[in-house]
């Protein structure tokens, strides 16, 4: 068994129990407005890279199906994975949200956007109408818990050596209960960009891609920010890169 194969069926196996668990949690409600669960298809461009980075968003906007979908299809899993490998090996996309994390690929691995791992800090988005926004974050407990121990597995399992938390600072609160012991914490631009660690990994925690700089703003355009980004991981990892690079946005 190849190492991706063995780090897949570990991951599988750690999904399988963790929804197993947590489905008397959710009631038929729950389960009809829940969205089918984001999992991981790890790919060997990204056991490969030089520097393994995984790009982690809020929640989904609308995902497979719902989470009712998943319980009720012993071949659910399998979707899931083949649903992941078809978003990641898509070669253009309109959201700014993908298209970052596509930049970040290539500035950072000069490869696709496969060669990055994406997850979600919340598992499954909250379909709750049409005009609301499918945040989840307030959910429920439940939810909040079966997500934070999917994504601390996947961290420790794919073992990242950069970690983008691309979500805003609405998301602090989970990200903090995620992972409670952070050390080398640094507001680079307060509301903007903060950098920190969770032991050896090198943080980062951006705006959303999606934020759109307002006029007289005392923000820069998002981009800016992920450029920095992009320069400090350069700087920490000088022997992945031909040139290391200077962070340029001063402290805030």
């Given at each position: 068994?190849?190492?991706?194969?063995?780090?897949?069926?570990?991951?599988?196996?750690?999904?399988?129990?963790?929804?197993?668990?947590?489905?008397?949690?959710?009631?038929?409600?729950?389960?009809?407005?829940?969205?089918?669960?984001?999992?991981?298809?790890?790919?060997?461009?990204?056991?490969?890279?030089?520097?393994?980075?995984?790009?982690?968003?809020?929640?989904?906007n609308g995902w497979w199906g719902k989470l009712s979908a998943?319980?009720?299809?012993?071949?659910?899993?399998?979707?899931?994975?083949?649903?992941?490998?078809q978003q990641m090996g898509k070669s253009k996309w309109t959201?700014?949200?993908?298209?970052?994390?596509?930049?970040?690929?290539?500035?950072?691995?000069?490869?696709?956007?496969?060669?990055?791992?994406?997850?979600?800090?919340?598992?499954?988005?909250?379909?709750?109408?049409?005009?609301?926004?499918?945040?989840?974050?307030?959910?429920?407990?439940?939810?909040?818990?079966?997500?934070?121990?999917?994504?601390?597995?996947?961290?420790?399992?794919?073992?990242?050596?950069?970690?983008?938390?691309?979500c805003g600072t609405s998301y602090d609160s989970v990200i903090?209960?995620?992972?409670?012991?952070?050390?080398?914490?640094?507001?680079?631009?307060?509301?903007?960009?903060?950098?920190?660690?969770?032991?050896?990994?090198?943080?980062?925690?951006?705006?959303?891609?999606?934020?759109?700089?307002?006029?007289?703003?005392?923000?820069?355009?998002?981009?800016?920010?992920?450029?920095?980004?992009?320069?400090?991981?350069?700087?920490?990892?000088?022997?992945?890169?031909?040139?290391?690079?200077?962070?340029?946005?001063?402290?805030?």
């Amino acid at each position: 068994m190849s190492e991706k194969e063995l780090l897949q069926a570990k991951l599988n196996d750690f999904y399988r129990t963790t929804l197993a668990g947590a489905k008397p949690l959710f009631d038929d409600k729950h389960l009809r407005e829940l969205s089918a669960p984001l999992l991981i298809s790890i790919s060997e461009a990204y056991l490969r890279a030089p520097v393994r980075v995984m790009f982690v968003g809020k929640e989904t906007n609308g995902w497979w199906g719902k989470l009712s979908a998943y319980y009720a299809d012993e071949d659910a899993l399998a979707s899931l994975m083949q649903r992941y490998q078809q978003q990641m090996g898509k070669s253009k996309w309109t959201g700014r949200f993908f298209q970052m994390l596509s930049r970040t690929a290539r500035e950072l691995n000069g490869a696709p956007a496969e060669a990055i791992a994406w997850t979600n800090l919340m598992r499954t988005d909250w379909e709750q109408g049409k005009g609301y926004s499918r945040n989840s974050k307030e959910f429920s407990a439940a939810l909040t818990k079966m997500s934070q121990d999917m994504l601390r597995f996947e961290v420790e399992l794919l073992e990242p050596d950069v970690i983008i938390f691309a979500c805003g600072t609405s998301y602090d609160s989970v990200i903090k209960e995620a992972f409670p012991h952070r050390t080398n914490s640094e507001p680079v631009v307060k509301r903007a960009l903060w950098q920190f660690n969770v032991g050896k990994i090198l943080c980062f925690r951006c705006q959303h891609p999606q934020v759109i700089r307002k006029k007289n703003s005392a923000f820069k355009p998002v981009n800016t920010y992920y450029a920095e980004i992009f320069a400090r991981v350069k700087a920490n990892f000088p022997d992945a890169y031909d040139v290391p690079m200077a962070g340029n946005i001063s402290n805030a």
